[in-house]
């Protein structure tokens, strides 16, 4: 089956702009999750959505929101984009939410915002 | 979330067993133990988990200390394939969401 889509692959964005990131999770999957990846950092949890509601929330300032549409695929959205916003974006699909549950990661988007 | 702690970087031979750490001495006793990779300019992947006893599937081998206290990723023949770095994660049973949250990882290098 399909695995998880992200567009686009790559993106480079001014200073103060905005950018919306897409994910396509795989077929069936009702949770989506979004997460920042940078060197200083490494890899933070940004939110994640269920069935069309933000089920949880990492800690990032409100210029990073989301949304789910019915059809589960997910939007990420980031407003005045600061150069430390440059980093990979990626989203994660899963089917339910136990702790056995395995999530599958798409191949990111990678923002150089100058 | 409790916390686990990985060694920064390892080393292995190719076609040698890779033997990868992990201390989790806080763990609840219903949090899963996860592991994943990421090797070069991908996503995450799923290698293994388990709660209790020790696992095995077609990629690795997960073996559990009695006490929970610290696991170790069993890669048996380790390829080129398998440089990345390996994430040990632990998820409570019960869970109101699917966030995982990372730490910083062990960076394998697989020398040829």
């Known amino acids: 089956k399909a695995g998880v889509t992200q567009t686009p692959r790559y993106l480079i964005k001014t200073r103060g702009q905005q950018v919306t990131l897409s994910c396509s999770p795989i077929?069936?999957?009702?949770?989506v999750s979004w997460y920042q990846q940078t060197p200083g950092q490494g890899l933070q949890f940004l939110f994640e959505?269920?069935?069309?509601?933000?089920?949880n929330k990492g800690n990032f300032p409100g210029r990073f929101s989301g949304r789910q549409f019915s059809n589960s695929r997910s939007e990420m959205n980031v407003s005045t984009l600061e150069l430390g916003d440059s980093a990979l974006y990626l989203c994660?699909?899963?089917?339910?939410?136990?702790?056995?549950?395995?999530?599958?990661f798409g191949q990111g988007t990678r923002l150089t915002v100058v | 979330d409790a916390k686990t702690t990985q060694p920064n970087s390892m080393e292995s031979n190719e076609e040698e067993p890779v033997h990868l750490p992990c201390n989790h001495s806080?763990?609840?006793?219903?949090?899963?133990i996860h592991w994943y990779r990421q090797l070069p300019s991908q996503g995450p992947e799923y290698v293994i988990h388990g709660l209790t006893s020790n696992v095995n599937n077609r990629m690795a081998s997960l073996a559990i200390a009695e006490d929970r206290k610290s696991s170790t990723l069993i890669l048996h023949r380790a390829t080129l394939r398998d440089a990345a770095v390996y994430y040990c994660i632990l998820r409570p049973s019960l869970t109101t969401g699917n966030q995982f949250y990372f730490g910083t990882g062990t960076s394998l290098t697989v020398i040829p």
């Open positions: 959505y269920f069935s069309e509601t933000q089920r």
């Open positions: 806080t763990i609840s006793g219903t949090d899963y």
């Open positions: 077929s069936g999957h009702r949770s």
């Open positions: 994660a699909s899963s089917l339910g939410g136990q702790g056995y549950t395995e999530a599958f």
